[in-house]
């Protein structure tokens, strides 16, 4: 049950604090683990009540079909519900412009393609038909859209950003969100956007990837942070951490951006997920991250 068909009601929101105050440590973390499908089974998902699984680009059931992947991912809801706190699994796709692991899926342009037509309208039907086969799927999380501003052509993800201009991947990124989260009458389709990578990541020193991002505070806000005020603003349901240093702090440990800057200034009240072993690339636990 929810009040915009993203955010939690009230109601939910007791509901989880009752489970939270039912809950182990090792539950809790479990719960917020989102664990790639290639070493995650359904007796895992029991044992631990692990909360989500993923399939990163090109991991795929052993039936690569709409079938196989909505017989996997109803798997894991079965064995969700059969552990102990009984908490509904979520499983996502690492597909920015369809779910093209999927054999049969519509494979569309990347979104520097995308941003190139300027048709929003097109844009918009994309995001519609991805969730559509995406739900055909099992599948209820997709890891789109990309709302970097790339700077740099020597970035080597330049081809994931709709462009160069703050206008366009702001745009761009609310019609992906909106397409993918809602119906064109406004109803939820049950599948959340994940808008990426938070914060800078196509505007790090000569392109780098997963470098430092350059400028001064004025120039991150100005340029990086406005997309992400959009996407936002049009109810994003997640949002992932980008592997960037800003300012001398990795941005999956940088409290400032994550939580003064995304959570409390933009008022962002989603999942805050990481990149992929976003934490372990630093050396650290995933519980690392938590304090951010």
Known sequence: STASGIFPTQACLDRANTLLG????DEKYAQMLQ??????TPQLVTQYGVGSGFSQGGSAPASNSPTGWADMADGYRAAALASRMKIPFIYGAD??????????????PH??????TRDVALVGQIASLSASEALGCGVDFLFSPVVAVALNERWG??????????????????????????TPTGAVTGILASAKHYVGDGGTANGANNGVVTGDETKLRA????????VVAARVGSIMASYNTWQGT??????TMLTDVLKG???????????????????????AGLGA
Do not use: W
């Open 35 to 40: 664990m790639e499908r290639a070493a995650l």
């Open 111 to 116: 979104n520097v393609g995308l941003g190139a």
């Open 95 to 108: 597909e920015v412009h369809g779910i093209g692991t999927v054999k049969g899926a519509v494979v569309f």
């Open 250 to 255: 990795k941005m999956h440990i940088n409290k």
């Open 157 to 182: 993800r330049t081809y994931e950003a709709f462009g160069e201009t703050t206008d366009l991947a702001s745009t761009m990124g609310v019609v992906m969100t909106k397409g993918i989260q809602f």
């Open 223 to 230: 340029i990086h942070l406005e997309p992400y005020r959009a």
């Open 22 to 25: 039912q809950m182990t440590a």
């Open 265 to 287: 200034e933009l008022g962002f009240g989603g999942f805050v997920v990481s990149d992929f072993n976003g934490c372990f690339q630093l050396g650290m636990a995933n519980q």
